[in-house]
Nanobody
Framework: QVQLVESGGGLVHPGGSLRLSCAASGPITTINGMGWYRQAPGKPRETVATISRDGSTYYIDSVKGRFTISRDNAKNTVYLLMNSLKPEDTAVYYC??????????????WGQGTQVTVSS
């Protein structure tokens, strides 16, 4: 069974930094796209950043220049470095991965979520 385990969330002051990690484990053959999403109270889940297997990235406009997504294919892990954090970045952050298991079965997997709170 595939699991995505996130870590690195917490409470930080405005202007501070956090680094989120998400490690995938299980009968993984390969991982295609990976990404980070977030959901603030009362708002729909939104895409924060995505990265393809070859390293192509996408960022939502509000985080461009502040957040950096990266991945380590050997460790089946995706990271999100968040700098210059703002109160409006407060949300539960979820990682997502498109994973091929047992050689041919492709499915979409989500982590359990990690809380990021930006407050003075």
């Amino acid at each position: 069974q595939v699991q995505l385990v996130e870590s690195g969330g917490g409470l930080v002051h405005p202007g501070g930094s956090l680094r989120l990690s998400c490690a995938a484990s299980g009968p993984i053959t390969t991982i295609n796209g990976m990404g980070w999403y977030r959901q603030a109270p009362g708002k729909p889940r939104e895409t924060v950043a995505t990265i393809s297997r070859d390293g192509s990235t996408y960022y939502i406009d509000s985080v461009k220049g502040r957040f950096t997504i990266s991945r380590d294919n050997a460790k089946n892990t995706v990271y999100l470095l968040m700098n210059s954090l703002k109160p409006e970045d407060t949300a539960v952050y979820y990682c997502n991965a498109e994973i091929v298991i047992y050689g041919s079965h492709l499915d979409d997997y989500w982590g359990q979520g990690t809380q990021v709170t930006v407050s003075s």
